[in-house]
């Protein structure tokens, strides 16, 4: 005989953090009953049993109910994602072009990338890049024809792909394109070739990039192990939430080791939910590999007077020590990085971007984790341009990653519909109005906003800025939008009327340019960040 | 919150392992090194382990089958052009592929070997990947080391949350490995390389000096007569702050003694495994980042969610500075140490 569970935990052991979450089943729904975050490393029986000792302390029936005590917690069962550091993929071509288009594929995956072409490398370095111990595949390509900067070095290339191949028996080759067709492929790995289709994958060669990379991305995210990944397991328990909840869900998550964008949307008659989903290494907190580029890329959203090097310390220090630091500037800084991460995201994931705008936004992983509601919504409305409007919504208990690795689709929805009111936290609503006449750039009355039932009448809006406007979590109104002359939101009208949901951020309405355009002089994006800022972090609480 | 749960909750402060018994120590192998050893054999102190080409370079050339037919990875010399002296180095390298019907090399002249900075045996050497020794002897982690590996004594140059100026390192610190507190700059970690230190222990090295000191390394190894040993082992990170009590309590005990500096893992490596290291308070609570940076106190318990400045609210534990009423701190800015 078996016996349903009444409680179970929810584990997301992040690269930076850890989290527990305790889930009860008190009448005919799961609830979340509690949730807690320590840094990576803390046993999650630890944090259980503290959940425990809490919920006893404030519902004692409801934990006897259940069968919950602070030492029992460690028996129940249990959903457990992790995040891994990414591994590490060689990208070689023949050429810096052929090797462009590749690695610009592979960034679109959860590998972290090293690219090597002749241009750029020497053989012996090429060879010591695939060679080094953390590297677990190589992807090599070309096209096929070759073009004319790729015959030169294709046979050279292969040939050193084949002898690394041969001195590695356990590193795994994807050969995109004719590469496998060169003799001195098969030269340098050796006949017979022994292993072969365990370990070398065939992808399309690098001339149909023209069109869906799906083919190659999928051999790569083959090569990964994905059933308790976080992000992996997040993409399944968003397609059961769109399900669910009959809407367009979109989620972003930023790690410290990489990111998530993925579109769900439900089932439309006997079709189920479908999503697409770009994870990448790229998107992470702090780039594992710390250059002026990335660190420039946070000074960029900064309002401070940290010099360069003073900031890569801080970034230093953040990537090394992700979970300390969390209040005051570092909060700040955390999310500056956040936002350099989310460009990154959105730059990677041009395809998802350009899709409508999702009903409900859900924002997710430890870079959010601790910020401040309206800090978070300025930062997706910073970096997530996109004309339209949807409802923010905050992953609070990292519930996604864990509800993911149920198998069983039915199972998981039916779990994740009881959660959906408790898992995602709402920020508020995003509006973001596109094609303001720049004429009306700096008007004070650009166009007003009307909330239905809303006391306090209307509100004016300024071309160029962005407000918040209360509505408390749980509050539903519809906002009419009128412009002086047609703006675009989701379609260019004068006149839209779009409904929206409360949240502790409340609405926040957009009207700079999309895509956003900072000043080019630091002195005038400082101030203009600053004047943002000063919405999102109100009292300056430093 | 319950008995149960008191006690465990000090559990939600990162742990950080100060030392390790015994380790196992990698030294890659590039393109072109050759491992001097084999799995198995003992190595002592200033033993070569690895023989590496300084002017490193790739070399294309024919290989004759000599009975076998040649595997990547070998080693081949070249045969002495005409006219060479019998005191020229011998050109040579590591086979790495052949490519129309030549062989490509990672090779060079001038072999240097890379001595074993401890007595160890080699646990495996891995062609193409690296050599594992493993010592018996204690060993102190640290977040990253640059350059080395390098060996000296040990000295104690300045307190916790010193910082060693470029006029404070005088040559009669030559031949040591020194203890530089909290932050070191640029210049005084040339002075040091300058004067013939071996190598440097410091809480926090700033991005700039880390990459101004591996530039300055990369040019000193290219130079003709290439540069002694050197390595900087950095504790805590980038940002400035005092050196832990737990380690300072180690080095004040290590001072004088022969210690290296390894870089995979980073650590200090003591030389004599007869030492016994003070082991870290079992009550002790180290604040790693925050306004609080670098003090350092006891736990007096688990505090909840709390707000803190800019709006968060975040985990926090309460922790007695002194005899001072106890302070809520984040627990994410909380180290304590084993």
């Known amino acids: 005989m078996t016996t349903v569970p009444r409680a179970l935990l929810a584990i997301d052991a992040g690269a930076a953090t850890t989290s527990v979450a305790l889930l009860g089943k008190s009448t005919d729904r799961w609830r979340l009953l509690g949730s807690m975050a320590a840094p990576a490393g803390t046993p999650p029986d630890v944090l259980a049993a503290i959940l425990a000792d809490r919920l006893m302390g404030v519902d004692l029936a409801l934990a006897d109910h259940l069968g919950i005590s602070s030492t029992s917690v460690e028996d129940l069962p249990r959903l457990e994602a992790r995040s891994s550091p990414p591994a590490t993929l060689a990208v070689l071509g023949a050429s810096r072009r052929a090797v462009d288009l590749l690695a610009g594929v592979a960034a679109r995956t959860p590998w972290h990338v090293r690219a090597a072409s002749p241009e750029t490398h020497d053989p012996r370095e090429m060879t010591e890049l695939a060679l080094r111990p953390e590297v677990a595949a190589v992807l090599v390509g070309a096209g096929d024809p070759p073009g004319p900067d790729e015959r030169g070095w294709l046979d050279d290339l292969a040939a050193l792909v084949g002898a690394v191949a041969r001195r590695r028996p356990e590193l795994r080759v994807v050969l995109a394109g004719p590469v496998g067709d060169r003799p001195e492929w098969a030269e340098g790995f050796g006949e017979p070739i022994e292993g072969a289709a365990e370990r070398v994958f065939h992808a399309p060669p690098i001339g149909v990039r023209s069109g869906p990379d799906e083919p190659l991305r999928e051999v790569l995210e083959s090569l990964i192990p994905n059933t308790s990944d976080t992000r992996h397991g997040a993409v399944r328990a968003v397609l059961s939430l769109a399900d669910a909840l009959d809407r367009r869900v979109e989620v972003l998550d930023i790690g410290l080791n990489g990111g998530l964008r993925a579109m769900a949307s439900p089932g439309v008659a006997d079709q189920g939910p479908s999503a697409i989903a770009v994870r990448t290494a790229r998107a992470a907190l702090v780039p594992a590999e710390l250059d002026d580029a990335a660190v420039d890329a946070v000074l960029a959203w900064t309002t401070g007077s940290l010099d360069r090097h003073r900031m890569g310390d801080r970034l230093l220090d953040l990537r090394a020590q992700p979970w300390a630091d969390a209040a005051g500037e570092g909060a700040r800084l955390r999310l500056a990085a956040g936002r350099a991460a989310l460009a990154r995201l959105a730059a990677r994931s041009a395809d998802i971007g350009a899709l409508a705008s999702p009903d409900i936004t859900v924002v997710a992983g430890g870079a959010f984790a601790a910020a401040p509601p309206r800090a978070v919504a300025l930062a997706v409305a910073d970096t997530i341009r996109r004309a339209g409007a949807t409802q923010l919504a905050n992953d609070h208990a990292r519930l996604l990653g864990p509800l993911g690795t149920i198998d069983d689709p039915d199972e998981r929805r039916g779990l994740v519909a009881d959660l959906a009111d408790d898992l995602l936290a709402p920020l508020g609503s995003l509006l973001v109005v596109a094609s303001v006449p720049g004429s009306l750039r700096g008007s004070a009355r650009a166009g007003r906003l009307t909330l239905d039932g809303d006391l306090h009448g209307r509100h004016d809006l300024a071309a160029g800025e962005i407000s918040f406007i209360d509505l408390p979590p749980g509050d539903h109104a519809l906002a009419t939008l009128e412009f002086r002359d047609a703006a675009r939101i989701g379609h260019r009208a004068r006149r839209v009327a779009v409904p929206v949901s409360g949240g502790v951020a409340g609405i926040a309405v957009d009207l700079r340019d999309v895509p956003l355009r900072l000043p080019e002089r630091r002195d005038r994006r400082r101030a203009a960040l600053a004047a943002w800022g000063e919405l999102a972090w109100p009292g300056d609480e430093r | ?338």
Do not use: C
């Open chain 2, 1 to 338: 919150m319950t008995t149960a749960t008191t006690g465990i909750a000090r559990a939600l402060v990162a742990h950080r392992e100060l030392v390790a018994r015994a380790m196992d120590v990698f030294f890659p192998l590039r393109p072109g090194d050759r491992a001097l050893v084999q799995a198995g054999e003992a190595v002592s102190r200033g033993q070569p382990i690895i023989e590496r080409y300084r002017d490193v370079r790739t070399i294309v050339t024919d290989v004759a089958p000599n009975g076998e037919a040649p595997e990547p990875g070998q080693h081949h010399a070249e045969p002495a052009g005409r006219g060479a002296r019998s005191d020229d180095p011998a050109t040579g390298g590591e086979l790495l592929f052949k490519s129309g019907g030549r062989w490509r090399l990672a090779g060079g002249a001038r072999p240097e070997p890379i001595e074993a900075p401890f007595a160890g045996a080699v646990q495996a050497v891995q062609p193409g990947a690296g050599v594992t020794v493993r010592t018996q002897s204690s060993a102190i982690h640290g977040r990253a080391a640059l350059a080395g590996p390098t060996w000296g004594r040990l000295h104690v140059a300045t307190d916790a949350d010193g910082e060693l100026r470029a006029q404070h390192v005088d040559v009669g610190m030559a031949g040591s490995i020194i203890v530089a507190g909290a932050r070191m700059d640029a210049e005084a970690l040339t002075r040091a390389r300058a004067v013939g230190i071996r190598g440097i222990i410091v809480a926090a090295l700033g991005m700039k000096e880390q990459r101004d000191f591996l530039a300055s390394e990369r040019r000193g190894s290219a130079a003709v007569h290439g540069l002694p040993p050197f390595g900087i082992l950095v504790l805590d990170g980038a940002a400035r702050r005092p050196i832990a009590s737990p380690l300072m309590a180690m080095f004040e005990r290590l001072e004088g003694q022969m210690v290296a500096i390894v870089g995979t893992p980073p650590a200090l490596v003591v030389d004599d495994p007869s030492i016994e290291l003070p082991p870290p308070p079992a009550d002790l609570l180290r604040v790693r980042s925050g306004p609080l940076a670098g003090a350092e106190g006891s736990w007096a318990g688990l505090a909840g969610p709390r707000r803190f400045p800019a709006g968060v609210t975040l985990e926090a534990a309460f922790v007695r500075f002194g005899g001072r009423p106890p302070v809520a701190i984040p627990i994410g800015d909380l180290e304590r140490f084993a």
